[in-house]
């Protein structure tokens, strides 16, 4: 497919200015210095698009960005996901490595529509090359005058910059991330005030994946019209999707919303060896698990998705042959969220950890006959009573994992040992 | 004001206030750690969830936001249910030894964990463990019972003004600690105490001594400073064993300093003055009171009143006395025909004095927006003063400081070092501008006078202030220029429109002033006393190395062999018994009812909390005995609650004040400035041990730059008037500042 | 106690910020003085950095615990950081692993003799669809079998 974030990818060199302009790039924001766009216009093309947040809400884009206060007195910011740290999803750092021009032109759109002067795109400490990538294409666009203060003498000013993380997943989660550009720990603020009020540094904030803002350009290019049309009703456009696992050919892959999973998988070149399908988390390690039967019968869309119980989140899919064993994957699962708990609020700091003992402990060997009932209460205990929703997302698992593969975690406790791997 | 239901009743509420303050001001419980009414919101325990109809998800009353027509349910299944899933988290790590805590008994964990903990825990699978750590003599730590709540972090950030606790490493692992191996040094550090709300931390002091049910909590009036602090002094069989605060916000909203949490302490001191002792033929002799107090009848007779000789009688008492000790001692002197009464003990010249009026209410110092900081460290000398300051600093106020040195200032303060003996010449400029401006003419003593950078400066940011306050400090008492300084800012305040704060006096000296307490016209102060030929002294609670500023001169007049000395002391001490004749054991703070008058002339009474240990006995009994046996009319006082009726009549005398302005100039070539270290200005904190070996108390320092040094032939292995010598840049040029906590240098000042 | 080099560096980063707002290059100040004192921050460090950027020591402490990259204890001059987040355990990672382990002689969490390298397992990289992977310093290794891993941890030097 690679219409949108990947459309370049093929070509040599795809990530550079020269590359990116040919195909088109640069010219909305062009367009929007010599005046010929209101920022009304440009939030109708996108409600028309139907783009949702690529981060994992899916949060429609346009109406984001309608919330900004953008007449109000003062600093305003635009700020960019790139912390992608969610087990599973590694798409973003694709965008940044072959296409990060379309970020920049993304969010210099989004910064005109929101009157934000100063953005930042948070990338993850750990992605360098990324990292460089990006700086690369910032060089170039300032060089060309593309970016700065009043661009092109429009009175238009945009400076954007990249701000590293250091390691801690719950980066993503948008006032962590502010934090963490404010040099605190990344722990998130709780809501309201919102950042479209009090965001960075107190001042109003809009936050989207870098995927949501790689997509703008060309959705404002073709029109949103033609972006809703390559996706399906609710889910409008193409969609990166990451798919690691038991594939035969783990790749991301640009296509349109609504591809159904089994063509996903085809395009992954099917499961390894031949092997059988077993389990799907779609859309990272956050959303519920599913059981072959039911993925295989499921649409790569917001609706298809949670019509089966799940969640599109990021668009993560981790495919699981026969041979894994569901109270080890689980229990790394749970591992992740222990660790990456920020230890602020009482229910993620402490049921994250006991979540994972629990879990150990069967792995051990140790598990007691009333551990399944104890891991269902914990995690319904955390869900919806904590600030982020880091809480959630390490319940989540648990209870899908043993509602739909309750007989392995029965068994490890009962025998001590794993029913797949013995 | 919008109307709201909550539980089904329907309540009326402003628009964004949050729930919890709504559900507080109606009493309907709603159960909650992190939250805490004088910080800032943290939301992070997630205690306080109730539920809110229309919201998917439980909502914390602590953060959300009141809108119209809201419904609130805080016991509803669905409310009840999230906070019982709190509460057993928070207890799956908290150990579950009430017993051995010492917060048992007044843990709000414990009690919202029995009226919401399940009986057993399921949780079986080890409980974390944090190390112990040593954060200072104040606090005791026991980390394994901290609930993350980061009220002691955010108290430290917000309110002391220092960020000195902090919450490291993340998830599980999440540690309070300081950074700093000295632990925790703020002057306002036992507050965290206060808002921990489990054993985490808790008074080192206290540790292990009690249960809170097992005391008595007595509400009480600090007498450090000015601010008379509200406070609870807990005892338990006649001792005071903990002092925690109490709530006023007209004076000090909910916080106290260290002094005055810890003062206490002293009480216990093996030093008090237990019993009532006579000197006969050099030596001391312990004595039942009636003999004490005859012997002391017997010496007055002898040496003034059967010679009619009064004016040869002098009365001089610490400013820490109550409105009642103070005024009853006047009276029974004044009864007497003496008119030799002063409790200004360490003023150089008592001629040239600060008499400046404070024209500001304490809680309206919030709301300044310019703030002048003349001889002052507010931080340590005025705690709670200057919490209130800082509180305007951070909403946009802007504070100069002319000091010395550029203290340690925990807000944003534009610091000028400045020698004492320019001050008065930057006031007379400041205001030769502003008379200038005014149009106004000019008096004699400006003509000379030119503007600088620094005069025009201040002149402009008191123009453009619409409120500001100019506040004058315990430097100052010494100064040369004293009364040309107060004189100055009396006429810049009226030019300004500034209202005026005057701190140079401090504990009750304010009490003291208006109770008559100093020498009318025909009388003596102080310093004429001890260069008078005097035959007899009534002293209370005095020690000479540390209260006088003519402290040899003091001392000679007090030992010579004609006079007879009669010293109400609450501590002993040696140079005490070597003057004195009668020494009469007195009740201390805690130990009498009282009055104390604060910076805002308001009058707070306490009762005694204690009784006095020993033979010890509250002042007003003492001075009410010695009237009658004096046969003085008019001590007809049951109680001192009596005694106040009486004040009330008082009639204040206001003193002519000279408004000369007299602008010298440097006369010496080092200047010093000689102050007590915050924890050795009373008696009694002079004895609070853990106060005395915190960072605070060890301040013991003649600080001074580095060509200063120079000129005195000093490095930092050196002392100074048997000070240590500190070499920092951050002070005035040819200026020493001495903050000591030992006794002043007898004979070494002069 | 930070080099030039360093407060170059983090110089740089400041410019980024808005006035008033240096401790916003707190993360990469740390990074930059670790990245000089043998890839560990030391109490001292933390509070030099905290002064540089005039911000309480506490508030630097904080933030050098809480992220992962930062190293309080003694490491290796290279530190293999590999994954084993589930894409890359469906992937054999915990093989991986044990081999690496085997070869080195050392666990996760130690230093080889040498000083030269320390091993230790990390969260997921975002690399999921070039599971099993590591990284060592700012380069990622991607699709590793035990003969990719031994060809590579041989060239380090
Ligand atoms: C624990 C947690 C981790 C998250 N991680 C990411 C992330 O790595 N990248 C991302 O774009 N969004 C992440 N999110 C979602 C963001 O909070 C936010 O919704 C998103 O960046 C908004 O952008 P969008 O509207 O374009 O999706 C995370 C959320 C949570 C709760
Ligand atoms: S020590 Fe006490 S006040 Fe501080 S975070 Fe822990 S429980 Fe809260
Ligand atoms: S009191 Fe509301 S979350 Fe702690």
């Known amino acids: ?422 | 004001m919008v109307e709201i239901e909550i539980d089904g009743q329907l309540v009326n509420a402003e628009p964004g206030e949050m729930v919890i303050a709504v559900t507080d001001r109606e009493s309907i419980s709603v159960p909650r750690f992190c939250y805490h009414k004088k910080l800032s919101i943290s939301a992070s325990c997630r205690m306080c969830l109730v539920d809110v109809e229309g919201a998917p998800k439980p909502q914390p009353a602590c953060s959300t936001p009141i809108a119209e027509g809201m419904k609130i349910h805080t016991q509803n299944e669905k409310a009840v249910a999230s906070q019982k899933a709190v509460m057993e988290f928070l207890l799956i790590n908290h150990p579950l030894d009430c017993p051995i805590c010492d917060q048992g008994g007044e843990c709000e964990l414990q009690d919202v964990a029995v009226e919401y903990g399940s009986d057993v825990s399921r949780f079986s699978e080890g409980k974390r463990i944090v190390a112990p750590s040593d954060i200072g003599p104040l606090i005791q730590t026991d980390m394994t019972r901290c609930i993350h709540c980061t009220r002691c972090v955010r108290f430290g950030n917000e309110i002391a003004g220092i960020m000195e606790m902090g919450a490291t490493g993340r998830g599980e692992e999440l540690k309070i600690e300081p950074f700093l191996a000295e632990g925790i040094t703020s002057e306002l550090s036992g507050n965290m105490i206060d808002v921990c709300p489990v054993g985490a931390l808790t008074s080192k002091p206290f540790r292990y001594e009690l249960r809170s049910w097992q005391m008595s909590s007595i509400e009480s009036i600090a007498r450090h400073d000015l601010v008379g602090s509200n406070l609870y002094a807990q005892t338990y069989k006649g001792n005071v064993k903990r002092v925690v605060s109490g709530d006023n916000d007209a004076v000090n909203e909910t916080w106290i300093s260290d002094r005055d949490r810890f003062s206490y302490e002293g009480l216990s001191h093996e030093n008090r003055l237990l019993s009532p002792q006579i000197k006969v033929e050099g030596q001391w002799k312990e004595v039942e009171w009636d003999v004490a107090l005859d012997f002391a009848v017997k010496g007055l007779n002898r040496n003034i009143l059967n010679s009619r000789n009064m004016a040869k009688l002098g009365g001089l008492a610490s400013n820490t006395a109550t409105l009642e000790e103070l005024y009853l001692m006047q009276k029974l002197l004044r009864e007497m025909g003496c008119e030799n009464i002063d409790h200004r003990l360490n003023v150089k010249n008592l001629n040239n004095t600060i008499h400046l009026k404070s024209t500001m209410a304490l809680a309206d110092l919030e709301a300044v927006d310019y703030g002048l900081i003349i001889g002052a460290n507010l931080r340590l000398e005025q705690p709670m003063i200057n919490h209130r300051l800082r509180k305007a600093q951070l909403s946009g106020a802007n504070i100069t400081a002319l000091n010395v040195k550029d203290f340690d200032y925990n807000y944003k303060v534009k610091s000028n070092a400045i020698a004492p003996s320019e001050i008065a010449n930057t006031l007379a400029g400041v205001l030769k501008i502003l008379l200038d401006k005014a149009q106004q003419e000019l008096p004699e003593y400006l003509l000379a006078v030119s503007p600088n950078k620094q005069t025009v400066e201040l002149a402009n940011e008191l123009l453009e202030a619409d409120n500001s306050v100019l506040i004058l400090g315990e430097h100052l008492i010494n100064n040369a220029q004293a009364s040309s300084i107060s004189n100055l800012t009396a006429e810049i305040a009226k030019l300004t429109n500034s209202t005026t704060l005057n701190l140079t006096a401090t504990a009750n000296s304010i009490g003291a002033q208006q109770m008559g307490f100093v020498p009318n016209s025909t009388g003596m102060n102080t310093n004429e006393m001890f260069e008078a030929d005097m035959c007899a002294f009534l002293l209370l609670d005095i020690y000479p190395e540390y209260d006088f500023h003519h402290s040899a001169t003091a001392l000679s007049a007090l030992s010579k062999n004609d006079v007879f000395v009669i010293s109400l002391n609450s501590f002993s001490n040696e140079l005490v018994s070597q003057y004195s004749d009668v020494m009469l054991p007195m009740a201390a703070m805690f130990e009498t009812s009282g009055t104390h008058m604060n910076i805002d002339g308001k009058m707070q009474s306490f009762s005694a909390a204690v009784s006095a240990p020993g033979e010890a006995k509250p002042v007003w009994k003492i001075l009410k005995v010695l009237a009658d046996l004096l046969e003085l009319p008019g001590f007809h006082y049951e109680n001192s609650a009596k005694v106040m009726e009486g004040i009330s009549h008082q009639s204040v005398q206001s003193h002519e004040h000279d408004t000369s302005v007299n602008l010298g100039d440097r006369t010496t070539l080092v200047e010093t400035i000689w102050m007590h270290s915050p924890y050795q200005s009373d008696v009694l904190l002079r004895h609070a041990d853990s106060l005395s070996v915190s960072k605070i108390g060890q301040i013991n320092t003649a600080s001074m730059n580095a060509s200063t040094a120079k000129i005195l032939s000093l490095s930092d292995k050196d002392s100074y008037l048997g000070v240590p010598v500190e070499i920092i840049e951050t002070m005035a040029d040819q200026c020493v500042f001495v903050s000591s906590n030992q006794a002043t240098n007898i004979g070494g000042l002069k | 106690m930070i080099s030039n080099n360093a407060k170059k560096q983090i110089d740089s980063w400041i410019t980024k910020y808005p006035q008033g707002k240096q401790s916003s290059a707190v993360m990469e100040a740390l990074k930059a003085v670790q990245a000089e004192n043998n890839n560990q921050l030391s109490h001292d460090l933390i509070q030099a950095v905290a002064d540089y950027l005039d911000m309480p020591g506490i508030a630097a402490a904080e933030v050098a615990t809480f992220y992962e990259n930062y190293n309080h204890q003694p490491v290796g001059k290279h530190i293999i950081r590999f994954c084993h987040n589930i894409s890359c355990m469906l992937n054999g990672a915990d093989d991986l692993i044990l081999h690496l382990e085997a070869k080195l002689g050392v666990k996760t969490g130690q230093i080889t003799k040498d000083g030269l390298i320390s091993v230790k397992k990390v969260e997921c990289l975002g690399a999921c669809v070039g599971a099993p992977m590591f990284q060592i310093g700012d380069q990622y290794y991607e699709n590793l079998t035990t003969d990719k891993i031994d060809e590579i941890v041989d060239g380090l030097k």
């Open chain 1, 1 to 422: 497919m690679n219409e949108v974030c990947f459309k370049n990818i093929d070509k040599d060199q795809c990530w550079s200015l020269e590359n990116y302009e040919a195909s088109g790039g640069y010219s909305v924001w062009r367009k929007i210095l010599k005046g010929e766009y209101t920022p009304e216009q440009i939030i109708n093309e996108l409600k028309t698009s139907g783009l949702r947040g690529r981060g994992g809400a899916g949060f429609p884009t346009g109406l984001k960005w309608s919330f900004m206060p953008r007449n109000a007195q003062g600093q305003k910011y635009i700020v960019c996901n790139s912390d992608e740290g969610e087990p599973g999803t590694c798409k973003d750092r694709d965008i940044l490595r072959f296409n990060p021009h379309a970020v920049i032109e993304g969010m210099a759109i989004g910064s005109f529509v929101m009157n934000a002067t100063v953005g930042y795109n948070y990338i993850r400490g750990e992605f360098m090359e990324p990292f460089n990538r990006f700086e690369g294409a910032l060089k170039e666009a300032y060089d060309a005058g593309l970016l700065g203060k009043n661009i092109n003498k429009s009175k238009i000013d945009f400076d954007l910059y990249s701000h590293l993380g250091a390691g801690a997943y719950i980066c993503g989660e948008e006032t962590a991330l502010l934090e963490s550009i404010e040099g605190k720990k990344g722990q998130p603020r709780f809501k309201p005030p919102f950042p479209a009020n009090v965001g960075l540094f107190g001042k109003p904030t809009t936050i989207n994946n870098t995927e949501s803002f790689a997509s703008v350009p060309d959705i404002m290019l073709n029109g949103g019209q033609w972006f809703a049309d390559l996706g399906v009703a609710n889910s409008g456009g193409t969609k990166l999707f990451s798919v690691s696992g038991h594939v035969a050919k783990p790749a991301n892959f640009e296509v349109s919303m609504g591809m159904p999973f089994k063509e996903l998988l085809e395009l992954a070149g099917g499961m390894r060896d031949g092997a059988k399908l077993k389990a799907v988390i779609p859309g990272g390690s956050s959303t519920p698990v599913l059981t072959a039967e039911v993925a295989m019968g499921m649409t790569m869309d917001y609706d298809g998705i949670d019509k089966v119980g799940s969640m599109l989140g990021a668009g993560s899919v981790i495919v699981m042959d026969e041979s894994t064993c569901m109270v080890e994957a689980l229990t790394r699962l749970a591992h992740f969220y222990y660790d990456e708990s920020c230890g602020q609020c009482t229910p993620c700091r402490e049921g994250t950890g006991w979540l994972y003992r629990v879990l150990k402990r069967i792995m051990d060997g140790k598990g007691k006959a009333d551990d399944i009932n104890l891991l269902l209460g914990v995690q319904e205990k955390i869900q919806g009573n904590t600030i982020c929703a880091l809480g959630d997302a390490a319940a989540m698992p648990v209870e899908s994992f043993i509602r739909c593969f309750r007989e392995e975690f029965e068994y490890y406790i009962e025998h001590g040992k794993s029913m797949v791997k013995g």
